[in-house]
């Protein structure tokens, strides 16, 4: 692998920048302006059409185990719970395993999806919808339930390590539109109207090899600027193997302005914290950087978002 300098930084965005950059998204996503916002792009026809993708009938998951101890990126880890019977404690007769879960789904560790419902910014929800239809017992307007048929689409994964000629990118590091593109050249895809994108920035890979660090504070994402190339291409869907927003924020004033455009202003979901270090290799032996990919959120009809277990079909 050529290591290659890693590039400068983007500029950081003024309030007043950003703003317009809202702007001009929120104009290009009027075709993702009804309830499911987005996913309106995933039509049948083009399911139809990712099925197409598969050649091979291999799956491969795009989620990490679900984190069950602390770290410094999981001050809350998910609980999980044996009943106090378990296989040991039993002889003879009918007996049942039994477990019980609790997660905080919008952490810094499990891969999980964000609803339409998640993001509030300078008042209403994605579209003008009332905050105030998010209630302490669940939000009642663009909540989990949008997705409650699946998401079905063509995946395509961009590796920018790849294109960088490194493992991972650093925290604090920025993919760029150019970095997308230029990635696209590289891998001989193109992302498609009403596909599902998903970024890789190595955040998983480090972890492994590095240990987990405070991500909250510090970690690889996409810079704003780079929403542009996903509305040109009217993409269905956006994940990544971090958090999808870079930390520190590149704009003034806005702590998670890649969630508040591609959320509230595109009408995205999104999915963070997945894992491509199964699928990633793959992809570079058979020389194909798309398949068919099969998302389903569990069906919490009034919830913010779900963990999730992306399955990409080969």
């Not at 930084?9 to 309830?35: C, K």
């Not at 499911?36 to 026809?45: D, F, K, S, V």
């Amino acid at each position: 692998m050529v290591t290659r300098a890693r590039p400068a930084a983007p500029p950081r965005l003024t309030e007043d920048e950003f703003t317009g950059l809202y702007r001009r998204l929120l104009s290009r996503a009027a075709w993702a302006s009804g309830d499911r916002g987005a996913l309106e792009a995933l039509t049948p026809a083009r399911v139809v059409a990712a099925t197409r993708e598969v050649r091979t009938g291999r799956t491969m998951t795009l989620a990490a185990p679900v984190e069950t101890l602390p770290g410094p990126d999981n001050p809350e880890p998910a609980k999980h719970r044996m009943s106090p019977q378990t296989g040991e404690d039993v002889s003879d007769g009918l007996h049942f395993a039994r477990d019980s879960f609790a997660m905080n789904v919008h952490g810094d560790a499990d891969s999980h999806l964000d609803a339409l419902c998640h993001v509030i910014y300078d008042g209403p929800l994605h579209g003008g919808v009332s905050a105030s239809s998010v209630t302490a017992d669940g939000a009642t307007a663009l909540s989990l339930e949008v997705a409650r048929d699946g998401i079905v689409g063509r995946g395509v994964l961009l590796d920018i390590p790849r294109l960088r000629g490194v493992p991972w990118l650093e925290p604090g590091d920025h993919v760029t539109a150019g970095d997308l593109a230029a990635a696209e050249t590289a891998q001989h895809v193109r992302v498609k109207e009403g596909d599902l994108l998903f970024v890789r920035v190595g955040h998983r890979r480090r972890r492994a090899e590095l240990g987990p660090w405070h991500a909250t504070l510090e970690r690889a994402g996409l810079h704003p600027s780079a929403l542009e190339f996903l509305a040109a291409r009217r993409v269905a869907v956006l994940g990544g193997d971090g958090n999808n927003d870079t930390a520190p924020s590149s704009t003034e004033g806005v702590d998670f302005p890649v969630h508040v455009l591609a959320v509230h202003a595109m009408g995205l979901h999104l999915l963070d914290y997945l894992q491509f270090e199964d699928l990633a290799p793959v992809c570079e032996a058979e020389g194909r950087w798309s398949f068919l990919c099969v998302i389903a959120p569990l069906r919490l009809p009034d919830a913010t978002g779900s963990p999730v277990n992306p399955i990409a079909v080969l």
